[in-house]
């Protein structure tokens, strides 16, 4: 079965949890939804997990897994519009308010407001580091297209957040040197 | 080109601030809902349910 040097991929599962729930996040835009999500997935992983194959991308495979679930989830229930603003309201007004913690909630929200396809490539490519080929392939589409709505979600969110390509960008000072030092001290 | 320089310092921006989002959700805790599933399907795994159980 699986080959010696892998371990079990089941046994890996817990460690993408986080990574799950956040990409299910990024295209539920509803809590409850998203841990729906991660649950279907979780357990279509367990199914299927004969079909992983040891020494490949886990993460991309869950994701696949993941995403596709979603849309099928998504044209069963066409009619049913999730509660997108209060849900994400709720969630964000919870949130401690410092600075830094301010502005990446308006990034966050401007995201949301992205079509689902650039949401969807940007979280690939740009939120969890997969390249261009990969999500390509995880989405099903050639990598050009994943490469222009990633650019084209890119150049929305920088609209969105008022930051016009031709002037220095700048998401606020005090939001980028306290946020990069609380995601650095957490990369340990 | 200059223009192109300028852009894509905003896009590495943007996916800076992509990454930092999404490196925060992934901390927050994960529901225990989800490992006692991952508990519960392991369980199944050794006393035999579920194998041959399997979609086409």
Partial sequence: MADQTHRDPREELVEHLGALRAFAMSLTRNSAAADDLVQDTIEKAWKNMDKFQPGTNLRAWLFTIQRNAFYSIRRKAKREVADVDGAMAASLSERPAHDGRLAMNDFRKAFEQLPDEQREALMLVGASGFAYEEAAEMCGVAVGTIKSRANRGRRRLAELMGLDPNEDPVIGDTTNDSVMSASQSRQG | ?56
């Fill in chain 2, 1 to 56: 080109m200059s223009d192109d320089k300028k852009t894509s310092s905003v896009m590495r921006q943007i996916d800076e601030n992509l990454r930092r989002v999404y490196m925060e959700e992934q901390q927050d805790d994960v529901p225990d809902r989800f490992k006692s599933l991952l508990d519960r399907l392991k369980a199944q795994e050794k006393t035999g349910h579920g194998k041959g159980d399997q979609n086409g």
